[in-house]
């Protein structure tokens, strides 16, 4: 069971910012203690308060967001020795060795996936438990659900969005890889960040009601 500071990490990542009554609402407790919990993570420096303006009467309301110190609480999978060694074998092996690794990584990623999807009762049921072994990896995102916009796993931290910047090709192996474990049709978007919340990206689940460009 995650300890409370830690539950008031996920839901500030996934929002961008929320005030304590809200927090309170979406994770139970009481207010004092939420609050306690927001502040002590103020004075560590993980967090940050800003106010917002009350379309009503009243005080701007206080707001409680991440700040950059918070990144480290969220894995980046040795990203400066992966982009070294990736470096190092096109050094030694040509232009597309890191790529081919990369591909490789994937491969034997979703091989070692596989068996533990195949139990899975349904395609939702798979997704599911897809998203919770991305989270092992250090992934940290969250399936939804709605009539319109369908199925989709939504993630806020990648550990190897650094790697992707270097070598994009490698975000189609990974969505080729998800696509095979799901057994359909993946779409992949990214949503940029702003006041509806922080950036993510959408993996949409097609036949489980998105439709399609």
Not at 78 to 106: D, M, N
Request: overall charge positive; glycine content about 10%.
């Amino acid at each position: 069971m995650k300890k409370p500071w830690v539950n008031i990490i996920d839901e500030l990542k996934c929002s961008g910012g929320l005030p304590v009554p809200e927090l309170q609402r979406r994770l139970g407790g009481s207010y004092m203690g939420i609050k306690d919990q927001c502040e002590a993570l103020v004075k560590q420096g993980f967090v940050e308060t800003w106010r917002v303006p009350r379309s009503g009467v009243g005080r701007p309301e206080i707001m409680y967001r991440l700040t950059q110190k918070a990144d480290q609480l969220f894995p980046a999978a040795g990203t400066h020795l992966s982009l070294e060694l990736l470096e190092a074998s096109r050094q030694l092996f040509g232009g597309t060795a890191p790529e081919r690794l990369l591909l490789q990584y994937f491969k034997q990623l979703g091989e070692s996936w596989q068996p533990r999807l195949a139990k899975a009762k349904s395609l939702v049921e798979k997704a599911t438990l897809l998203s919770a072994l991305r989270e092992k990896e250090g992934c940290f995102g969250r399936c939804k659900y709605d009539p319109e916009a369908g199925f989709r796993i939504e993630e806020f931290h990648h550990p190897l969005n650094p790697v992707f910047e270097v070598y994009p090709n490698a975000i189609q192996f990974e969505l080729r890889m998800l696509e095979e474990l799901l057994g359909t049709k993946v779409v992949r978007r990214e949503i940029p960040g702003g006041r509806a919340g922080p950036a993510r990206v959408d993996y949409e689940v097609l036949t489980l009601g998105v439709k399609g460009d």
